[in-house]
T-cell receptor, first 113, second 112 residues
Framework: DADVTQTPRNRITKTGKRIMLECSQTKGHDRMYWYRQDPGLGLQLIYY???????NKGEISDGYSVSRQAQAKFSLSLESAIPNQTALYFCATNAGRGTGELFFGEGSRLTVL | QKEVEQDPGPLSVPEGAIVSLNCTYS??????FMWYRQYSRKGPELLMY????GNKEDGRFTAQVDKSSKYISLFIRDSQPSDSATYLCAMSLGGANSKLTFGKGITLSVRP
């Protein structure tokens, strides 16, 4: 089983709908992150959490919210999806020390029509 | 100027070629320098990392860091079709401030 699991892997939705992307990890890491990836723009940090009680905005948090339900679970919500939120979304974790290496999930491809 | 700049690509080479992928950065405090490889429909995975300046070799892959020039490179020798992927450079301050800063990535295609 993957260490970082994202659900759903693919989702097509309509403008204005609420969407939740979920992430769970078995690596025992305190730190969890949500990124979006767009062609030509690379990985952009949306939100990150250093522990259950700590949530921080990243570069592009507008239109998104997150919830850290437990050390192992971090979900990303789009309250009212819009077409320019069509992207590939990645959850990642790290231990918060050493190199800072991130461990990524396999991604959730979201299409907003 | 973005903190990390990466050649945009895409890059297409014949099998067996030597590939050079490069990034420049502006923050002289970066200590750890990484290369991630991302296959289509997959998440990025760490390929190699280097601490501070110098070279590191792993099989056909060599990572180089020149902190004086704020320049890092990844060389792939005897490139194979299985090397076809997107390569992202990433850097961190290390320790408690270990949030990664990524380049935009370059897509490499190795033609059989």
């Amino acid at each position: 089983d993957a260490d970082v699991t994202q659900t759903p892997r693919n989702r097509i939705t309509k403008t204005g709908k609420r969407i939740m992307l979920e992430c769970s990890q078995t690596k025992g890491h305190d730190r969890m992150y949500w990124y979006r990836q767009d062609p030509g723009l690379g990985l952009q940090l949306i939100y990150y959490s250093f522990d259950v009680k700590d949530i921080n905005k990243g570069e592009i948090s507008d239109g998104y919210s997150v919830s850290r339900q437990a050390q192992a679970k971090f979900s990303l919500s789009l309250e009212s999806a819009i077409p320019n939120q069509t992207a590939l979304y990645f959850c990642a974790t790290n231990a918060g020390r050493g190199t800072g290496e991130l461990f990524f999930g396999e991604g959730s491809r979201l299409t907003v029509l | 100027q973005k903190e990390v700049e990466q050649d945009p690509g895409p890059l297409s080479v014949p099998e067996g070629a030597i590939v050079s992928l490069n990034c420049t950065y502006s923050n002289s405090a970066f200590q750890y320098f990484m290369w991630y490889r991302q296959y289509s429909r997959k998440g990025p995975e760490l390929l190699m990392y280097t601490y501070s300046s110098g070279n590191k070799e792993d099989g056909r892959f060599t990572a180089q860091v020149d902190k004086s020039s704020k320049y890092i490179s990844l060389f792939i020798r005897d490139s194979q079709p299985s090397d076809s992927a997107t390569y992202l450079c990433a850097m961190s301050l290390g320790g408690a401030n270990s949030k990664l800063t990524f380049g935009k990535g370059i897509t490499l295609s190795v033609r059989p």
